[in-house]
């Protein structure tokens, strides 16, 4: 995979996505969720919630991408989760999974390592997260003693290089980590991405986001080309709106007008290296 | 009904809630509880949200106009919103409808059929929406099949005049029908709101949050006039907020502060056309 | 306890969330529970939410403090609110309780009730929810005549003081009152803090995130200094964001800013006077 390559692959995704406003439904926290959903929307997708199980499954039947992040988990999602899942690999309908807060609770560790024979499309997550995920799975680079520290990091992202190849290899997806600079890997190649803030630490929801603007793209893109634009665009929106930004409230504002505002060009154009995994 | 004593009822509406601050409490969804708390605080109204059945019969009994969402359905629901529209009707207490994603999972069917005999004095819904429910409810211009996306449109609001019409001489309240040109109907008249902005579109709420702020209005006047106003509001508010907006995140902050600051006069003003039904 | 040194206490617990990046979880409403984190963040924290009893009982353990808002209550609280008070008490642990919308519902009332025992370290409200809480809690100053309307207060700063200072010297910590001029006590300083914004009425979840606020102060301070620390931080943030804002919206977003932007000094010099109580 050469770099002009990629990004012209870029640019035809996010063409795509103007163009056809997918629908990426997500199950996920109540924390972020409209902020998830505004994300969706400024990129051009289209969004919905559900909580109910057969919710679930007609959301995995509706023919885009779906996004599950486990951040605020209700009793239901037992039952929700599970058959979700199973909808989603049965249809070969790509999902996004962000595993938010692995290590806290027991619901959350059993859905998490249930989820593993439906192969998640994109795995998004902070380093932390995403070396916890790769040790419940018994993969590589993963370990069981997570840093996870409630939804914040305590690893780098280069230390969860090894998991997040480890990841995207036995799904056969991508894995995206966030971090000062991202990494994203289909297994095969691993992508650097630049840009971004500190204030993007500063407001809750980026990472939330970043998945369910994955889950837009997987709608138009492979797993690969979906997670590394919706990371450019990040390190894109984020960069510009830093600029514009007193603090975290500003910021938040600008970073959507951002999103909304990055043409395909400037986003395949948002400075990444591409190298072997 | 004359336009002129329309505008007057508008403008003792919006005066109305401005000097009494009224409550319209919620049972609405995750994604924008937040946005029509926010949209009913910044007409002049107060919000209070709940999800428990005896909180919904609380607020039934509490003396304002209560606004139901269906957009994400939990499971105590079941129990909490039969009890909740039985409240409101031994009651007589006026409360709004949004039958959002209508069609989407059995629980949503089942609770939204079984809202018939309670008569929401407002139903707010896209053209889809609105459509759907009347084929659910087996009146004029309903049809099984919806096309219901989720939780966008794919039918005009044209479309819709028949199903709003039968559904509002139904209940013998008004029907709004949210789109392009906006039309609110109590059976006899039919009102055409214009203004509004593309932009509300790329912004999640819009339409959840219209449906919190017909409620307000319904504690201060008729059905049909709160659902105008609300409406006029809605469109003045967008058109101001879009001139003034980079893109989704400026404009969901403008559009607040214009829904603060738009007077009486300015919302009769908004631009309208009555006819017969 | 004279100002000077008050002041002093102040500053340090600012620059010691500054410098050490706090977690404070919280089990919150849905409403506002994304300003609740993003005034966690702003301040200097980091915030985390949950539902579940056994992640209740995990946050209660993690660390830091913890913020109990009842906001809209779910069915699971009735299992997890009691789990996570008592592992709170167990493990010491200090935490801020919103006893929000005291007296709507059977659930809340019997919660409520049942945190006696396990004391908070800081409890936030308003007037009519502290003297409400005192008079559940059989305190002085407290009436079971609540006069709360939904998340509204109907009664003055200054009639709750009773109730206050009953709270405060029941439960060994601290009891911060809002209003116009809010009420911090400890049951033997009362501080009075000025500044603010009538604005702060025209959003949802000033007062929710003032106690997620005092959570994160409460990760560096004892519970007297992070009530008032928060409290001073709300009311020169309401203040500036004031001066910048045309309406709510963009109030909301100056005010992230300016809890951003306060300097320690700053929050220490607003307007605020002890007397014994």
Redesign the interface.
Known sequence: MNKETMQQQIIQAVRKVKETNP?A?SIT???????V??AQ??VGG???????P??GE??AN?GGAVYINV??????YDETLPRTAKALRATGTPWVLDPV?IG?????TRLLLNFKPYKPSIIRGNASEVIALAGLWELDGGTGASNV????TTDTVAAARQAAVALARYTGGAVAVSGETDLVTDGKTVAWSHGGSRMM?????CGCSLGGVAAVYACAADPFTAALTATNVYNLAGRRAEEQ??????F??????????ATPEEIADNPFELEEA
């Open positions: 629908m439904p926290n109540t924390v972020t969720i409209n902020f959903a505004n929307l400024a289209s969004a919905a919630m559900v909580y109910l057969d919710e007609f959301i509706a951040g605020t988990l209700l009793p239901i807060a806290i609770g027991e619901m959350r520290r409630g939804v914040d630490e500063k407001i809750t929801g930004s007193a603090g975290p409230g500003s938040q504002v600008n970073f959507l007008d951002a999103l909304y505002l």
